[in-house]
């Protein structure tokens, strides 16, 4: 089964067996793909009906939540990982998101687009306006993206925090980007992976 870079490298970090909570879980892939090839149990966390519904249908369990009303339907280590992937940035708190991922998870994995890529920057420098390109392919009006996160930012929130950063893996699709994300990743990476701890 071919799935996104991203999901195929968290399916490295999750034990087989695991419960596993994948929070804007979208239409169930992910836990789809750790369900067989891991055994994983868990439950996926959605707010868009239609994704929901893409769940159902791939016999995912779901829940229809909004992620920014926090965790509390959970009580603490009720899973061994709970995943977040490309939602950090949608959501009000990004950080109080984190807390509660922790809380409930003994471990817990995120992904984000790295606002700090060179492409970004030199957009925003040569023309002045919002970066639209293929990973943030919407305007600045209309897009998702309420916190814009780089590399950098977010293993600084990790160190505020007291976040252990057990793994972390950067994915970049284009040259010359694919060789020098491991040197320079706040600069080359498009999207960032993070296996965290308390």
């Known amino acids: 089964m071919m799935i996104r870079t991203d999901l195929n490298i968290i399916q490295q970090w999750i034990h087989p067996t695991s419960r ?45 939540a909004d992620l920014d009303e926090g965790l509390s339907q959970f009580s603490d280590n009720s899973f061994d990982t709970v995943v977040m992937t490309q ?21 817990c994995v995120v992904t984000f687009p790295n606002f700090g890529n060179w492409r970004a920057r030199s957009y925003l420098l040569s023309r002045g306006r919002m970066p639209v390109t293929r990973q ?36 970049a699709e284009r040259l010359p980007d694919r060789y020098m994300k491991g ?9 960032a992976i993070y296996h965290l701890s308390k």
Request: with cysteine; hydrophobic share 40%; net charge negative.
């Open 183 to 191: 040197i320079w990743p706040n600069m080359f990476s498009d999207t």
């Open 136 to 171: 943030l392919s919407f305007q600045w009006y209309d897009t998702p993206n309420i916190h814009f996160c780089t590399v950098k930012d977010f293993e600084a929130l990790c160190t505020e925090k007291r976040i252990r950063i057990l793994h972390r893996e950067f994915v």
């Open 20 to 64: 596993i909570l994948d929070l804007g879980c979208g239409d169930g892939e992910l836990l789809q793909t750790l369900a067989k090839t891991k055994g994983v149990w868990g439950y996926g966390l959605e707010i868009d009906a239609d994704k929901i519904t893409s769940c159902v249908a791939r016999g995912v369990n779901v829940i229809e």
């Open 87 to 107: 939602a950090l940035q949608a959501m009000r708190y990004p950080h109080l998101v984190l807390g509660e991922m922790l809380r409930v998870g003994k471990q």
